[in-house]
C-alpha cells in the first residue's frame, strides 16, 4: 500500500521443500517491498504470510524456520576488507578463496560485482528459505554461474528460494513464477 492504495494485485502462493519461487514484474511495481514483508522487515499493509497454517513470525523466539535475506544494500563497512566482514556477519570465505589478494583489500576499493560476489558469500546455508533481491546484479558470467550452483545446492538440500529478478537465474529450477501486476 501506498497513500492507502493498494500497488499490487492479490497474490497467493505455496512454497514446498526445494521450490524455487521468481519474482518479476516491472521496476517500482513492489517486488522488493514484497521480500521485505515476508522477512519481517517490513508490516504487511494486509494479508499475510502462513507458514504450515500459521502467521509466519520469522524474529519471533518460537520460529524454528530460518531464512536468510540478501537486499539491494549490503552490510558491509567500507574501511574493513572482505575477510573481516565475512567474519563480523558469521559467514566463512571458502577455503579456495583464503589467498585471494581481494579479499585482503577493503571493501571500499571494490568492484560492484565484487561486492555483489562478497555479498553471496554471506548466504546462509543452513536456512530454510533464501529471499534473494537481484541477486545477479553486477556478476559477470562466472560469478552467475556460481550463484546458479548455489541455488541449485540448496534447493536439493531441501531448502526454499524466492528471488525477485528482471534477470535469467536458473530457469531450469524455477518451480513457479509470480509476476506481480499493478492493482
Not at 521480500?35 to 502462513?50: C, Q, V, W, Y
Request: proline share 5%.
Amino acid at each position: 500500500m501506498r497513500g492507502g492504495q493498494p500497488l499490487i494485485q492479490p497474490i497467493s502462493f505455496d512454497s514446498e521443500a526445494g521450490s524455487y519461487i521468481q519474482l518479476r514484474g516491472p521496476n517500482g511495481i513492489g517486488k522488493s517491498t514484497f521480500l521485505r514483508h515476508i522477512a519481517g522487515l517490513a508490516p504487511f499493509d494486509e494479508g499475510r504470510f502462513l507458514l504450515n497454517g500459521e502467521a509466519f513470525r520469522p524474529h519471533h523466539e518460537e520460529t524454528e524456520f530460518t531464512l536468510c535475506y540478501l537486499g539491494h544494500r549490503d552490510g558491509f563497512h567500507p574501511d574493513l576488507t572482505g575477510l573481516e566482514n565475512l567474519a563480523l556477519l558469521g559467514a566463512k570465505l571458502p577455503a579456495a578463496l583464503q589467498d585471494e589478494p581481494v579479499y585482503h583489500r577493503q571493501v571500499h576499493s571494490y568492484s560492484a560485482g565484487q561486492r555483489q560476489y562478497l555479498n553471496l558469500l554471506t548466504l546462509d546455508d543452513s536456512a530454510d528459505l533464501w529471499l534473494l533481491d537481484e541477486p545477479a546484479v553486477s556478476l559477470d558470467a562466472s560469478n552467475l554461474a556460481i550463484l546458479e550452483e548455489r541455488i541449485a545446492t540448496f534447493l536439493a538440500a531441501g531448502g526454499r528460494v524466492i528471488v525477485a529478478t528482471h534477470t535469467d537465474i536458473a530457469e531450469a529450477l524455477v518451480t513457479q513464477c509470480l509476476t506481480l501486476e499493478a492493482a
